[in-house]
């Protein structure tokens, strides 16, 4: 359980350092292969943290995408068309995000 433990915190640490636009496919190439209950695992957490997610985001106040957003990336670990998809998004909602802190930005 330990080991599983420092893998993750290895993976984010490597994910959180990769290029935005490359982050999600090449945490799924290492991440490729792999025990089959690890896999599953991997998959179930994602599907549980977006589920999580959902709900507390019925809750007044309580932000659900603060979960959502990591069983995303759990899945995209495992599936490489997600991980593309989560790349594209990626780079797109940077780019909104950018324009829209100049346009508001105090001058």
Known sequence: ???LWNKL???????R???PGE?????????KGGHLLTRIGLVLAGV????L??????????????LG???IALIASRFRRVAVWMDWLEVKLRN???RWRQRFAPP
């Open 1 to 3: 359980m330990i080991r």
């Open 9 to 15: 915190k290895q993976a984010y640490h490597d994910f």
């Open 17 to 19: 350092d990769d290029k």
């Open 23 to 31: 982050r999600f496919v090449n945490a799924h190439e290492r991440w």
């Open 48 to 51: 549980l943290l977006i589920v």
């Open 53 to 66: 997610g959902l709900f507390l985001a019925l809750i007044p106040g309580v932000p659900g995408i603060v």
């Open 69 to 71: 957003v990591p069983g």
């Open 96 to 98: 909104v995000w950018h």
